[in-house]
């Protein structure tokens, strides 16, 4: 009887990775995963079910190492505009990263044709989106942030930080985003949400 470790688990993620990025998702096999890892399909499958179950774990595993630990600063941040400044600027940054890119579009690309994107978005983004709407429903019942639906507002947080040059660098209009770009818009998408949600740190003179 074959034991899963979660060395074996590191390795094949590490060897998927590269053969997503190289071949894509449509050309990528589970074969040459095997292949590079050094085993069998039957072992690969033992740990992954399909395809779309390893891509998503491929980009899960760089999400929970970059992503989760924003989130976790974010909830332990009772100034909610210092602590959205300080996680737009790092979501961006990630954003930012040639990978995340590539994976992002191969999940626009195949996403509708398969349960590829409803994977993805149950086991990844929702996680966080989830944590960050719980915060915002305690930050509204304080009185920190004025009372909305907490998901539509984690809806407009995510798409004011994606505006503008990570849309463009998505597109392949922009090839990357520079820091100070980068920066600048990080700091205007947190400006324009604060002002429409009426945010309040917990020192505001009008608590």
């Known amino acids: 009887m074959r034991v899963k470790t979660e060395e074996k688990r590191l390795a094949i993620l590490e060897a998927a990775k590269g053969v997503f990025l190289e071949r894509g998702y449509m050309a990528a096999s589970m074969s040459e995963v095997a292949a590079r890892v050094g085993g069998s399909k039957q072992t690969l499958y033992s740990y992954f079910a399909s395809k779309e179950d390893l891509l998503v774990a491929v980009m899960l595993e760089k999400g929970a190492r970059m992503i989760d630990p924003l989130f976790d ?3 332990d ?3 909610l505009p ?3 400044s300080e996680f737009a600027i790092q979501f961006l940054r990630f954003m930012n990263d040639p990978e995340i890119v590539a994976f992002r579009r ?3 690309a195949e996403g509708a044709k398969s349960d590829l994107g409803k994977l993805f978005f149950e086991n990844g983004p929702k996680r966080g989106w989830t944590r960050m709407a719980a915060d915002f429903s305690r930050a509204m019942d304080e009185g920190r942030m004025r009372q909305a639906d907490p998901w539509r507002a984690v ?3 995510f798409a004011l930080c ?3 040059p990570v ?3 998505m597109e392949g209009a922009a090839a990357s985003v520079d820091e100070a ?3 600048t818009s990080a700091e205007a998408a947190v400006d324009v949400f604060c002002r429409a949600y009426e945010l309040k740190d917990v020192t505001s003179p009008d608590r």
């Open 181 to 183: 770009d980068l920066v």
């Open 167 to 169: 849309q463009r660098l």
């Open 106 to 108: 191969i999940i626009y």
């Open 162 to 164: 994606e505006a503008g």
């Open 73 to 75: 600063r974010f909830h």
């Open 77 to 79: 941040n009772r100034d």
């Open 155 to 157: 809806g407009h947080f």
């Open 82 to 84: 210092t602590g959205l």
